[in-house]
């Protein structure tokens, strides 16, 4: 069974640019959360979807937003981007939406230069 | 308040020494406690996971205490491992799939 597949692994972006990441989910699995991880704030809830819609949102400023696609599979974006958005975003995927299991992948490492 | 206090930051164990790490939260709402296992370049792993009507979990080396007057739960490592250095996190959530992490554990375990 193939796990949660975020693409790309690496990215390099310059201030002021915008930038998309991309989560597929475990087949099956119909719950998508993001998180940011950075060495200062530690692992951050960026926001959840389930079934097409955004269930919860964490406490990030506009310029961050996702959307979840009919088959499960997430987007998140980041427009404007800063120096300090640069970090490990990481997607999670869980079979439903109550305090299952959340399996996550190995994230895309964002650097804003 | 949402906060979940993780301690110690950093921990050194010998081979064969039981590792432990604690957590305690502040929300009474919580009803998910999920330990991860993070290696670097990775993302955290699923280790055990408790929920409040029960005080201790266990699977293989892992055992999740929890103290739900006390709303501190904890993370005990038998027999730790070399293999077992890696970053640890506690995490909690109520409802739906938004975890609130701990601030990590680096565990390294000495041959």
């Known amino acids: 069974k193939a796990g949660v597949t975020q693409t790309p692994r690496y990215l390099i972006k310059t201030r002021g640019q915008q930038v998309t990441l991309s989560c597929s989910p475990i087949?099956?699995?119909?719950?998508v959360s993001w998180y940011q991880q950075t060495p200062g704030q530690g692992l951050q809830f960026l926001f959840e979807?389930?079934?097409?819609?955004?269930?919860n949102k964490g406490n990030f400023p506009g310029r961050f937003s996702g959307r979840q696609f009919s088959n499960s599979r997430s987007e998140m974006n980041v427009s404007t981007l800063e120096l300090g958005d640069s970090a490990l975003y990481l997607c999670a995927s869980s079979l439903v939406q109550e305090n299952t299991e959340a399996f996550f992948g190995q994230g895309t490492r964002l650097t804003v230069v | 308040q949402q906060q979940v206090k993780q301690s110690p930051q950093s921990l050194i164990v010998q081979k064969g020494g039981i590792s432990i790490i604690n957590c305690a939260y502040e929300?009474?709402?919580?009803?998910?406690f999920p330990w991860y296992q993070q290696f670097p370049g990775k993302g955290p792993a699923l280790l055990i996971a408790?929920?409040?009507?029960?005080s201790e979990k266990k699977e293989g080396r892992f055992t999740i205490s929890f103290n739900k007057s006390a709303k501190q739960f904890s993370l005990h490592i038998m027999d730790s491992q070399p293999g077992d250095s890696a970053t640890y996190f506690c995490a909690a959530s109520m409802g739906g799939n938004m975890l609130t992490f701990g601030g990590g554990t680096r565990l390294m375990v000495k041959p």
């Open positions: 929300n009474t709402a919580f009803d998910y």
């Open positions: 979807y389930f079934s097409e819609t955004q269930r």
């Open positions: 408790i929920r409040p009507d029960v």
């Open positions: 087949s099956g699995h119909r719950s």
